[in-house]
């Protein structure tokens, strides 16, 4: 017999590889949201900065966008605004005040729909559900659940095919486990930048694990012993003291050693 989330699906188009992309401030958060909405079944892009999240969109269309600023006073309507110019997907706006002066900005600045601050992600993905069905129904097909992934990523000797989850160095495919694959896959997805150490927590093992940062040390450790030359002087995955870790480009001079 159909328990009550069964029932309260029925009708209700499938995310399973639906493309969200989630924009907030700082990764933590826009991880945490991403995790949540990962495990349903979505495939989702998260940036914790407007400016590189306007442009992906740009560049890859995603299915959706959620704007989730996440704080108690902020301006979730100049992003929609910025996002809006740049896309015809479905624009959803998690508030910031809750307010009804900040729903009529959101919906002005061209959000298709607007959640109350806190709102749990179950919530976020029953009305996205509901959202895309409707664009669905009124475009004479469901919603578009392409196969397309992202692009695989190439840094240095490491490839890495985010559809297969297969990660290769200088050809020859390395074996990773599950949670070392997300890590990697992490800090691929912002090659070159720094990724601080709570984002990297909030999206491998979840927000209310952030100040468990042995367990990110640790899976560190694993992914430079399988990837690094000399996992005691890594070129790849560095540490920057204070802030977090990268995977880089290995410079020349510290290949050559």
Known sequence: MPGPRSRELAGLPPPVGLRVTVVSLGLERAYDRARG???MGYRVAAFGDVGRAVAAVERNEPDAVVVDLG???????????????????????????????????????????????RCSTEE???RLRALLRRIGMAN?????????????????AIEID?????????GKEVPLSPTEYRLLWTLAEHAGEVVPSKALIARVWGN???????????????????LEDDPSRPVYIVN??????????????AVAV
């Open 162 to 170: 985010p559809a297969s989850q297969t990660v290769w160095k200088e």
């Open 240 to 253: 920057r003291w204070g802030a977090g870790y990268a995977l880089e480009e290995p410079k020349r001079a």
């Open 140 to 156: 004479g097909h469901e919603a578009k659940t392409d196969t397309e992934g992202p692009r695989r990523v190439r840094v240095g």
């Open 37 to 39: 909405l990962e495990h």
């Open 124 to 126: 976020v993905d029953l």
């Open 208 to 226: 209310q694990y952030t100040a468990e940062t042995h367990y990110l040390r640790l899976y560190i450790r694993y992914l430079r012993q399988k």
């Open 71 to 117: 704080r108690e006073v902020g301006f979730p309507a100049d992003a929609v605004a910025q996002l809006r110019g740049v896309t015809d997907a479905p624009i959803v706006a998690v508030g910031c005040s809750g307010t009804m002066a900040e729903m009529l900005r959101c919906f002005e600045a061209g959000a298709d729909d607007y959640y109350r601050p």
